[in-house]
């Protein structure tokens, strides 16, 4: 019997899983499976299966422990070159992480911003989160429902960008671009 893609992807995020059930303490552990599963829920599977789990697994907790201070109504975003020495996994390229509230044309914008800056798009990972935040900003949990809000995590994989000089540019622009899109979206 072949598996399907869907199973493939199934396989890869339970490997991912075992990586989360191995690597973080009993309290962290129940809301980290519940943000990997969503993290990576609609993702290619091809797309997981071209990284080993351990990167996967970098990548969803560097992306979740960037989340946790934001301020209300305000993107962050970092780019940076994810190395096993400074981040505990690694990518053959640039990565992006955004976390912002909800809200049309985030994916599109930030695809206009790498392109003009001549970059190609190796992966775009993008699920709508509800979080629990404190009133400073402090990411409390995940959440269901009516008291939930919604922000979107954006994790984009782009050519490897080497000078810093550039990695700020990238940074900047994409936070400006995400600022425009704020007040376009509040103006409509």
């Known amino acids: 019997m072949k598996t399907t893609a869907e199973d493939g992807r199934a396989q890869q995020i339970d490997i991912v899983l075992g990586l989360v059930r191995a690597r973080t303490t009993a309290a962290q552990r129940e809301v980290l499976e ?18 080993a789990p351990a990167d996967l697994y970098g990548a969803a907790l560097s992306h979740w422990n960037f989340a946790r201070k934001r301020e ?37 914008s930030v695809t206009m911003e790498v392109n003009r800056h001549g970059l190609t798009l190796h992966l775009i990972i993008h699920p709508l989160v509800g979080v629990a935040r404190a009133a400073d900003g402090t990411l409390q949990g995940l959440a269901e429902g009516d008291g939930a809000g919604r922000e979107s995590f954006i994790h984009v994989e782009v050519d ?9 540019a990238l940074a900047a622009d994409v936070a400006r671009v995400l600022g ?9």
């Open 180 to 188: 425009d899109v704020r007040l376009a979206v509040a103006d409509w």
């Open 72 to 108: 209300p109504g305000q993107a962050r975003v970092r780019v940076f070159n994810p190395s096993i020495e400074e981040h505990g996994w690694q990518s053959t390229h640039t990565v992006l992480e955004i976390v912002n509230d909800d809200m049309p044309f985030l994916v599109d």
């Open 34 to 51: 519940r943000f990997v599963v969503r993290y990576f829920g609609q993702v290619d599977p091809e797309d997981l299966a071209e990284r």
């Open 160 to 168: 490897r960008v080497p000078e810093p000089a550039r990695l700020e």
